[in-house]
């Protein structure tokens, strides 16, 4: 088992910063990709980015690219997502999720664990 706490979401103006983390707690860490996904009212969730088990491979929606990074310290057992010039359309709740995989993937029925959600409000 795998538990996954998020933090760091909260309301923010376009155009600003949030850095949110994912602390881990259970079987290795390490051994496990790690991805985040997000859900706006009334959509489905959607893949936002994966980080493979050794930070060497990292994969991004179209959306996101250039704009959000994750990162992961396996030391701290924590992936992070930083988000800058967010934009009102980034509005979601954002949820971490690990999967067992060799590389990051952005199918999320790969994803084993998941953690209970933080939320993000961009505000125009």
């Known amino acids: 088992q795998v538990q996954l706490v998020e933090s760091g979401g909260g309301l923010v103006q376009a155009g600003g910063s949030l850095r949110l983390s994912c602390a881990a707690s259970?079987?290795?860490?390490?051994?496990?990709?790690m991805g985040w996904f997000r859900q706006a009212p009334g959509k489905e969730r959607e893949f936002v980015a994966a980080?493979?088990?050794?930070?060497?491979?990292?994969v991004y929606a179209d959306s996101v690219k250039g704009r959000f990074t994750i990162s992961r310290d396996n030391a701290k057992s924590t992936v992070y997502l930083q988000m800058r010039r967010l934009k009102p359309e980034d509005t979601a709740v954002y949820y971490c999720a690990a999967s067992p995989s060799v590389i990051p993937t952005s199918l999320p029925t790969r994803y084993n664990y998941w953690g209970q959600g933080t939320q993000v409000t961009v505000s125009s």
């Open positions: 259970g079987r290795t860490f390490s051994s496990y990709a």
């Open positions: 980080i493979s088990w050794d930070s060497s491979s990292t």
